[in-house]
């Protein structure tokens, strides 16, 4: 099972994501919600949560993590505002326009990114807005070069923070920055990309009202 707290670099940039929620959201979704940790920090800002993810192992996690005691929990989910479904985004039936905040952390590369979005977009409610965190491929020396400032940082967070992984399953991106920034821009017009400095990028958008 995977540690109630820990650090990696999916973790390190959930702030991202939580500083994307609309004031007052009274509903949100996480795509692919692995072991439930952002769906818990959603649920603080949220009046009702969301976790969806096709792993069983995973969703089972989640849901044990919403049973944690409370001082294992640095951040824990008020009762009743959070649930977690097993199934497959892409084909679940989803109400359109229903959430006012969509979101995702390192998922997005396990499914078609653009069918991805284009999902997402539609769930939202006019107004409303969406924040990815992901992964992309290194395809050019100038892709490497980016990457390489990464290196000792990374290493002096390895020695501040616990590291530890949700379990969840890990698959290598096969879209590089360039490509997860075309096709963003062409599914989610005016939307903002930013590549950081942890081998992440970031989407955020808000829905045309």
Same mark, same amino acid.
């Given at each position: ?20 929620? /609309? ?33 069983? &192992? ?6 044990? &993590? ?14 009743? #505002? ?43 409610? /006019? ?21 390489? /400032? ?12 616990? #590291? ?24 989610? /017009? ?20």
């Amino acid at each position: 099972m995977a540690r109630v707290g820990y650090w990696n670099h999916n973790v390190h940039y959930q702030p991202v994501i939580l500083e994307a929620v /609309p004031a007052d959201c009274a509903k949100a979704l996480d795509v692919g919600c692995g072991d439930g940790m952002l769906a818990c920090r959603l649920a603080e800002r949220c009046a009702e949560v969301t976790g969806i993810d096709r792993d069983a &192992r995973m969703i089972a996690v989640a849901r044990a &993590r919403t049973r944690a005691p409370q001082r294992v929990l640095a951040r824990t989910a008020p009762p009743g #505002r959070l649930r977690f479904i097993e199934a497959d985004f892409l084909a679940y039936p989803i109400e359109e326009a229903s959430v006012d905040f969509v979101c995702a952390n390192t998922s997005l590369h396990h499914m078609n990114f653009a069918d991805a979005l284009v999902a997402m977009a539609t769930v939202l409610r /006019p107004g409303g807005r969406l924040a990815v965190i992901g992964l992309a491929a290194d395809a050019s020396v100038g892709d490497y070069l980016a990457a390489a /400032p990464a290196l000792p940082v990374d290493l002096v967070y390895h020695t501040i923070y616990r #590291r530890g992984e949700s379990g969840a399953p890990v698959k290598d991106p096969d879209m590089s920055w360039g490509e997860v920034r075309a096709v963003a821009g062409r599914v989610l /017009p005016g939307v903002r990309y930013r590549r950081h400095l942890l081998w992440r990028y970031s989407l955020l958008w808000r829905k045309p009202p």
